[in-house]
């Protein structure tokens, strides 16, 4: 037999009965009406969004976004780097590493080093119509790319409505950090490729 009278110190969940004329002991620590305010809702951190909490190595992108030499980097949502194409104005140069480590370079005029990643026989990574077109269905088959404007201003729109600027000067890195695209302005002085080791004798297959 279940014996319900006696106390069991040993299982915190599990109350006794009260006897008859005995009150509920109620803790010190939570004042009278403050166990359930059904008046008041929870305050949700300022333009808080699902996708947000997902990025922990930059800043979300969303809407128009500045990026700047105190504020370089800046990362698309889930949603955001899967959908549609990444559109560049202004880059008339762009260095690409495949996640096999193959590498090459492409402007308006032409391509050179190993053969871009393709799928469904579009090449993830393209000029188009006077800008640099990245498929970011596929974009993961990328490990990072590097992008340089003649005209010293880059900017970056996405098919979610996504607008980022950059520096004058300032070359754009991209590359998956956590499943989501990141969008760093990089200031480089002398030669771009260089300076993130695409050169024809690195260890990249020009």
Do not use: C, Y
Not at 63 to 91: K, Q, W
Not at 187 to 203: E, K, R, Y
């Amino acid at each position: 037999m279940i014996d319900m009278r006696t106390p069991r110190p040993d299982v915190a969940f599990l109350r006794r009965r009260l006897k008859p004329g005995e009150q509920a002991a109620v803790a010190d620590s939570a004042p009278a009406g403050s166990f359930l305010n059904l008046s008041q809702s929870p305050q949700a951190p300022a333009s808080a969004s699902a996708e947000q909490f997902l990025v922990a190595s930059s800043p979300v992108a969303l809407g128009v976004t500045e990026l700047t030499p105190a504020n370089p980097a800046a990362s698309l949502t889930r949603r955001a780097s899967a959908i549609g194409s990444l559109r560049i104005t202004g880059a008339d140069q762009a260095w690409w590493q495949g996640v096999d480590l193959t590498s090459g370079s492409l402007s308006p005029s032409g391509r050179s080093g190993a053969e871009i990643p393709e799928r469904s026989n579009r090449p993830v990574l393209e000029f188009h119509g006077g800008e640099l077109i990245v498929g970011l269905r596929h974009h993961r088959l990328l490990r990072r790319v590097v992008v340089a404007s003649s005209t010293g201003h880059l900017t970056v729109h996405t098919a979610t409505g996504v607008r980022a600027t950059l520096p004058d000067g300032a070359a754009l890195h991209l590359a998956p950090v956590n499943g989501m695209l990141e969008l760093r302005a990089e200031i480089v002085s002398g030669d771009i490729g260089d300076a993130f080791g695409f050169t024809p004798d690195s260890t990249n297959e020009f």
